[in-house]
């Protein structure tokens, strides 16, 4: 499996995202992004969430990273497209925008794609504001960050649909209370939709495929 | 365009943070810029240093967060200068800049001072960038976060002098390598130095106060 990098970008285009939005749209694709602070275990969820959908979908995914393609190469034993966007080779930059995503899907056999996923930066600051066009943003956080965070990231946490609380695993080892976790969160976005999982152990991944699955195919079944 | 604007603010920033350095140095007062992760434990470990730093040094914080007074409130039982900076009132913006910590440190009595603790905005990426005039830069990285992140944010980790290894106590919980971390960070960075520790439990703490203490007293012997 060739690893791409993406070398040429054009200036980011304002209108980007809705025209992410719209082609995804014709093509009844899902689109995830997935946001959250370095080392909350994003690849390693991502990695399970390829496991338990690809059995029934056909998934591409988009890397962001600063520097390496150390996460697409996790990813790599798929045996589906990733592509990597290293973001140093543009000035090093704490996000990914939609102009470099529209590049990407242009890319991608689109014909034959259920779900992309898209793995954003790991920030919990820059990459709130740059809409890629997707359907489902999804922040990711691990219960070793602490319970305020969704206080101290609003604009994240408020425009985020789904938050994954990862490492669950490590409740017992920690002096964590997801009750005030969720205090915080519900104060910044009443609305969000909540999965406590292990990407670790594998705990809780099954309401989450569920959840996602059921998104694919409603997007399947409407547009 | 963009670029161009990118560049005056990095100008400007260069141009404040010699300024604070310059006062810094006629008041002998040695100033440390901790950066990490958002949940790395920053605040526990500054919690922790001060209570053992400040029976010999006095001691003042400026505190980075795009929202809420949290920190500050956690660090307000020692009794010291404290100034929140709440970026949000700014735009949100991801990292400090120097011009703030300028007209931050102009309100601290600076004849009555000897060591000015930054905690900046919790972010791998910005805050790398924009240098504040501190003596000493120092990236907080926690156990949790995986061992590849000096590789994954290279500039964060090859500009500090320190880095603070957090919650080792949750070692025994995790595959995690010690090894595969001091591994890629030398390969960014060979000669920054490393501390490991547990804010929570205090484990090496020792060490780091004592290297803390040493900068603090060279600075005050020396200019």
Chains 1, 2 share one sequence.
Not at 5 to 24: P, Q
Not at 178 to 201: C, G, W, Y
């Amino acid at each position: 499996m060739e690893i791409k990098v993406l070398t040429d970008i054009l200036a980011a285009n304002k209108n980007a995202a809705a025209e992410v939005k719209s082609i995804l749209k014709g093509k009844k694709i899902y689109m995830i992004d997935m946001m959250s602070s370095p080392g909350s275990g994003k690849t390693t969820l991502n990695d399970r969430l390829i496991e338990a959908l690809k059995k029934k979908y056909r998934i591409a995914v988009i890397e962001g990273d600063i520097k390496t393609t150390k996460d697409a190469e996790r990813l790599a034993r798929h045996n589906i497209p990733i592509f990597q966007i290293e973001t140093d080779r543009f000035g090093g930059d704490c996000h990914l925008e939609s102009s470099w995503i529209k590049r990407c899907i242009e890319q991608f056999d689109l014909d034959n794609l259920d779900l992309i996923i898209v793995e954003n930066v790991g920030n919990l600051v820059c990459p709130a504001e740059f809409q890629l066009g997707d359907d489902e943003r999804m922040v990711v956080l691990s219960v070793t960050e602490g319970e305020d965070k969704p206080a101290k990231y609003p604009l994240m946490f408020n425009t985020s649909g789904t938050m994954v609380l990862n490492k669950i695993d490590l409740l017992p080892h920690l002096d964590y209370s997801v009750d005030e976790l969720m205090d915080n969160l519900k104060k910044v976005n009443p609305h969000i939709r909540v999965f406590q999982v292990s990407a670790k152990t594998g705990e809780g991944l099954d309401t989450l495929v569920a959840h996602i699955s059921g998104n694919i195919d409603k997007k399947k079944n409407n547009a």
